[in-house]
């Protein structure tokens, strides 16, 4: 990837050398240098011919030892030339995969949630992991092997053809067999190369379930169901591979015995016209050399076959992932100027299918900048779904959602976002500090797992990214923007609790911080990113009564002038908004204040209901 | 783990890293070769076949040579011709056989292994996971068992073959000619200082490699797993600069290995040449003695066949240090996971005294007795709490996020060990109560609802073997019959991963049935009020209530008739128990409950 800031893949055609020919120029001097090297190694046999043929001539004493001074300037020439072909294709090969994995991630950022619903994180992992080192190999080993069998054969053949045509035809006879074997064995293992690669997946996709589910499964005992799953899993990728192995297995031995063939052949005719005085026997032995010249790039063959086949079942996978295009795309309109948002926004309308459910229903809010409007509703209802809509997490029709009086479609999705500040109800944090996940929200701090970011420092090495990215903290204290949203969010007191207070990793090696106050830092995470308009997404339901409403308090004076959403199922989160929408099946069935809601007895009567009783608010007692 | 382990372990690794082969890890390892000796008996009958199949071959060349073309006498060539197609037959043959044996061998020992780990894995307890990201633990039973497999079809194994290969051909030399062979290894010096060079530029390589690698992995893993939030938050740009960084280096740190590869490979096919040219020289002074041209013409032939031989696995020896690199480094990452063993619940050994108050149903089902735990090293989550549950009654517990009530509910199913104190279920210490017994006769609603790919049914049943009718009858009872009848397929219908295709409430609705199945004798209910919305919260106050009907409940109450209902209410602050008791006792007694209660009647009203 070379431009980090260019999330799209190529556009145009993509094969599998696609990103391997950005590097062509190394990838010719190396092939150039190929050439060079099998020509200077052909002298090696050619002299070495001619010094078996002076020790059995008149004056070996004064042939042989200048014949081994050039065999010898050969062999270092050729080492020089091979290096330098190495280097470059090699070379060009990691490079292109660093293009392709950059390319991979940013693409990956790019897809929407219903791609991740499809497609588990342990498979795309699988991907990025495996299959990219697969179609590195094929770059590398593939691209050298490739064009030095190609030379190989092309040179070694002229050569022989000078000593003996003759011999010759009989010597290539076995070879075009290696075509018939490629054809039958080439499908064969691209087949079970692609099983391996699916079990694999599927394996590494039952591991990460029975992982993340692993309070369940110890919890209701489900240790040996989940276990027979397992062993199931792996048998199949033992299976798979040895199916593979017995491709593979065959091929390495059938290509073998066509060297050897040839070997054979050569000797019993070859010294059937040395015999004859048809040639020299110094020429049979230069030929058996240009012969053995072969049985490698040969064998190379048979090897490549099923590098190729791997790497192309590796490419079709990564290549359907680079073509998924993200179902939503960046309005073709400018971006609204974010300090100019004002946050209003007007749903008109609005309609949603998915997977063939109707989630919304011509559901039609206007939600002006300097209000706080709550969404209630039953779980299914819609509420969430409205959200996603929103931000454009989810795609919507055109028309039907308008931020400051332009319709969402046409906005870049940056400015669009940026407008906006989420804070979700299952809140996902990095392995990072509390003052860089805060820091998050306004595009600062590092998301890099701490403890991989330590074991860089271990091994010395220096992070240049490190010093450029904005600071987080200054002496150990949070900027600011960090220390402000932290205190709106409520956080303060936590953190006076933390020896590492905004150090504080969270999760790995990290401590556990509770529900709660996950939601918290994700709330000021959300407040960091300086929204115009500002969702909460059932985001404190894990936060104790007191302290949600103290923040819901709050949260007012912060959100003067902009738009707040509010999404809760709890009278009292909601009973002070200044509009409260209730939807069920996606439709608004009821929208008013708190009080002319109550008053019409409907939904939202109903739930109050629920939560109230004797007149005391106990949504709960204490969360 | 605290930093220092954490460190020390990284240290452990760097120490192993780039090293190409340990003995201690290779110990390891045999245990999990062991099972399948038998594989290895008939690799060891094979290799050697296979070696003499191929390296008689240039015997036969030498004898064609010696004994027919050179001389002028074709009869029994055609002998040869066939003997030596014989022989590259049986070679072929042979060395399918010892590629497939070696695969096998492999490929078993490492389904076992993984199979141990997984076993490993699961036995471990709660606070292990709490440390151990999924990502790491997925990594050791894929990517690290796939690189220790490659050791034993290109690795330590072949090594060995061809370590026997290159000392028979020395040997075959030396029966030849004992000056032409040591004239031969002059060039050894130089390959030894080769092979040094290599081996150090590889190591350091390989080490950065590794850990920028590493870096990388973690990095997608977790931007993958939040992808919603990096797209809301519109970091895809940033992230893609600091995975770039990352990249790039990881890109960088390989060209050295790429340069010794090269250098090795290049250089040792130079080297052999040398070693041509040097033989062929040394055969030329020697005719001068009056040695016969044509027995020096076939020596000649056949040490270049047997020197080219040798050389070949020296030559890819680099290509072999990797893979025995990446082996060595996976393993030493597994036996770092085998060796840390926290097992889950294990089985105390003497049993711990039962005091009186609790022996019997004296106290209750459900007992807690002084109870103190902290996680970690850190703050005490849980100080001296004490309480019954009494066969069929319900306790409530209340108190803010942080108090310590969930901590209770892992606590009684032993997911974590308390440090001080006992917990009794039936009169029994529940760490003298087999693990499986006690799982088995507390069933636990949580919060966070999990729910595993395959069917509806399938997650209700959840490793019993309850019939359909068992399962259709629970989830009538609880209303998630209301969230089945919205899907085509019911109990049929599929579970996409972590119940994705379900929305929180159905999941919540889903896991009350999957508990009502089981008929639990202890139910620990973690209430879950804000996913649910009203029309279903009455569903499962009702299905609930059913489930909880002369049943003993613990149950973390956020709901007010829980509240009421219950026998007994603990409020809890600070992991302590601060009252105890009614709900109308505690608001007569006009303490923190009754305070708790204020406040939510001043903010719902």
């Known amino acids: 990837m070379s431009v980090p800031s260019s999330p799209t893949p190529p556009a145009g055609a993509l094969t599998p050398w696609t990103y391997v020919l950005r590097y062509r120029g190394r990838i010719y001097v190396g092939g150039v240098m190929l050439l060079l090297t099998n020509l200077l190694f052909l002298g090696v046999p050619v002299t070495m011919g001619m010094a078996v043929q002076a020790i059995g001539g008149p004056d070996p004493a004064g042939e042989v030892p200048r014949l081994a001074l050039l065999m010898s300037a050969f062999a270092i020439g050729t080492a020089v030339t091979r290096i330098v072909s190495r280097v470059m294709i090699f070379n060009a090969a990691r490079a292109a995969e660093y293009d392709l994995r950059g390319d991979l991630f940013a693409h990956l950022l790019t897809l929407d949630p219903g791609y991740y619903r499809a497609h588990p994180t342990g498979d795309v992992m699988s991907r990025l992991t495996s299959d990219v ?36 035809f009989w010597a290539i006879l076995p070879f075009p067999t290696i075509f018939v074997i490629g054809q039958f064995m080439g499908r064969r293992i691209y087949r079970a190369s692609r099983a391996v690669q699916q079990n694999l997946g599927a394996l590494s996709n039952a591991i990460q379930e029975d992982l993340t589910g692993i309070q369940v499964i110890k919890a209701y005992g489900v240790e040996d169901a989940r276990r027979i799953g397992f062993v199931e899993h792996s048998e199949k990728v033992l299976a798979s591979n040895m199916d593979l192995t017995r491709v593979r297995g065959q091929l390495g031995p059938a290509l073998a015995a066509v060297g050897s063939l040839a070997a054979v052949i050569v000797l019993f005719v070859g010294g059937r016209r040395v015999l004859s005085h048809d040639i020299e026997l110094g020429n049979l032995i ?140 299952e809140a996902f ?25 330590d074991e860089l420092d271990r091994a010395g090495i220096a992070r240049r990214a490190e010093a450029e990215r904005a600071p987080v903290l200054i002496d150990g204290e ?30 790995e090696r990290g401590i556990t911080l509770s529900g709660g106050q996950r939601q918290r830092v994700a709330l000021a995470r959300a407040l960091a990113s300086r929204p115009r308009v500002l969702v909460l997404d059932d985001s404190l339901s894990s936060v104790d009564a007191e302290t949600e409403r103290i923040i819901l308090d709050r949260l007012r004076e912060i959100m003067q002038g902009r738009t707040s959403i509010l999404i809760s199922h709890r009278v009292a989160a909601v009973k002070n908004a200044d509009q409260i929408v209730v939807l069920d099946d996606g439709r608004v069935v009821e929208r008013g204040t708190h009080d002319e809601l109550l008053a019409a007895g409907g939904v939202y009567a109903e739930l109050y209901r629920t939560q109230l009783a004797d007149g005391v608010a106990v949504a709960e007692v204490a969360s | 783990m605290s930093d220092a382990a954490g460190g020390a372990a990284g240290a452990r690794q760097e120490g192993v890293l780039g090293k190409a082969y340990d003995l201690r890890l290779m110990r390891q390892l045999w245990r999990f070769v062991r099972p399948n000796a038998r594989l290895l008996v008939a690799w060891v009958i094979l290799m050697p076949l296979t070696l003499g199949f191929e390296l008689a071959q240039p015997y036969l060349l030498k004898l064609a040579i010696q004994d027919h073309i050179a001389v002028g006498k074709p009869d029994g060539l055609e002998l040869l011709a066939v003997l030596y197609v014989g022989l590259v037959v049986l070679q072929a043959g042979s060395a399918f056989g010892e590629q497939w044996v070696l695969q096998l061998l492999g490929q078993r020992s490492m389904h076992g292994l993984r199979l141990y780990i997984y076993d490993h894995v699961l036995r471990q307890r709660a606070a292990f996971f709490d440390r151990m990201p999924v990502g790491r633990l997925l990594t050791r039973m894929t990517n690290d068992i796939e690189s220790i497999n490659e050791m034993f079809a290109q690795g330590v194994v072949t090594l060995i073959a061809d370590f026997v290969k290159m000392v028979a051909i020395v040997v075959i030399m030396l029966s030849m000619d004992v000056t032409m062979t040591l004239m031969t290894f002059l060039t050894l010096p130089l390959l030894w200082l080769l092979v040094i060079y290599t081996r150090n530029a590889m190591r350091r390589s390989f080490r950065e490699v590794r850990v920028r690698l590493a870096a990388m992995n973690a990095f997608v893993q977790e931007h993958l797993s939040g992808i919603r939030v990096v797209q809301l938050f519109r970091r895809e740009a940033a992230a893609t600069r600091e995975y770039d960084e990352i990249n790039a280096g990881h890109r960088d740190a390989y060209l050295t290995s790429i340069r010794a590869d090269a250098a090795m490979y290049a250089l040792v096919e130079a080297i052999g040449v040398l ?96 109870v103190t735990f902290a996680y970690g090293a850190g703050e005490p989550v849980l100080r001296g709490v004490s309480f019954d549950v009494p066969r069929g009654a319900t306790v409530a517990v209340v108190g803010a996020t942080g108090s310590g009530k969930s901590t209770l509910i892992k606590l009684l199913t032993r997911l974590y060990e308390i440090d001080g104190g006992g917990i009794y279920v039936g009169g029994h210490d529940v760490r003298d109560l087999p693990t499986e017994e006690l799982r088995r006769r507390v069933t636990v609603v949580s919060q966070d609802v999990f729910m595993f790919n395959g069917t509806v049914a399938d997650n209700l049943r959840l ?53 009502m199945a089981r008929e639990p004798e202890i139910l620990v209910l973690d209430e879950a009020t804000a996913h649910v919305d009203p029309e279903a919260e009455e569903l499962i106050e009702r299905g609930v209530a059913e489930l909880m009907r002369g049943r003993t409940t613990l149950v973390i109450a956020h709901r007010l008739t829980t509240i009421r209902n219950a026998d007994l209410i603990l409020v809890m602050s600070r992991g302590q128990i601060i009252e105890r008791g009614t709900h109308d006792e505690l608001i007569a007694a006009g303490g923190a409950y009754a305070a708790l209660e204020r406040t939510f009647r001043r903010a719902g009203s």
Do not use: C
Request: aromatic share 6%; hydrophobic share 45%; charged share 20%.
């Open chain 1, 133 to 168: 080192q697969t179609v590195r190999a094929l770059w590398g080993a593939g691209i050298l092997n490739l064009v030095n069998t190609g030379f190989a054969f092309v040179t070694v053949m002229v050569m022989m053809l000078r000593v003996d045509p003759v011999l010759t």
């Open chain 1, 286 to 425: 230069e030929f058996n050399g240009y012969l053995a010249r072969l049985a490698w790039p040969t064998l190379a063959l048979g090897w490549m076959l099923s590098l190729l086949e791997r790497g192309r079942a590796s490419w079709t996978r990564l290549e359907s992932l680079l073509r998924t295009r993200p179902a939503v795309a960046d309005g073709a309109g400018a971006a609204l100027d974010p300090e100019e948002v004002a946050g209003d926004v007007r749903v008109e309308g609005l309609t949603l299918e998915l997977e063939g459910r109707r989630i919304l229903d011509d559901v039609s809010l206007h939600m002006t900048p300097g209000t706080i409007t709550a969404i209630v509703g039953r779980t299914g209802s819609g509420k969430s779904t409205l959200v996603d809509a929103l931000a454009r997490v989810i795609d919507v029709p055109p028309g039907t959602i308008f931020l400051d009086g332009r319709d969402v479609t046409t906005l870049p999705l940056a400015s669009l976002r940026g407008a906006i500040g989420y804070a979700p109800q």
């Open chain 1, 429 to 453: 944090l990095f392995s990072t500090s509390i003052a860089d996940n805060i820091a998050f929200g306004f595009g600062a701090g590092s998301t890099l797992p701490k403890a991989r970011a």
């Open chain 1, 478 to 507: 949070p900027v600011p923007r960090i220390a402000d949203a932290a205190g709106a969010a409520g956080l303060v007191r936590d953190l006076e609790q933390m020896p590492q207070r905004y150090r504080t990793i969270v999760g």
């Open chain 2, 275 to 370: 070693a041509i040219a040097g033989v062929a020289w040394y055969a030329s002074t020697r005719l001068g003695g009056g040695a016969s041209a044509v027995a020096e013409v076939g020596l000649v032939v056949v040490f270049i066949e047997y020197i080219n031989k040798f050389f070949i696995p020296v030559r890819d020896l680099s290509a072999k240090y990797a893979v025995m690199q990446g082996a060595m480094a996976a393993s030493e990452r597994i036996m770092e996971l085998i060796e840390t063993d926290e097992p889950d619940a294990p089985p105390s050994a003497a049993a711990h005294p039962v005091p009186a108050d609790v022996a019997g149903d004296a106290g209750g089902l459900v007992a807690f007795r002084d």
């Open chain 2, 463 to 515: 490793g019993r073997d309850f019939d359909r009718a068992r399962l259709e009858d629970a989830v009538r009872r609880v209303g998630a019959d209301r969230v089945l009848a919205r899907r085509p397929d019911g109990l049929d219908g599929v579970v996409t991963e972590r119940g994705g295709n379900f929305s929180a409430g159905e999941r919540q609705l889903l896991a009350f049935a999957r508990a």
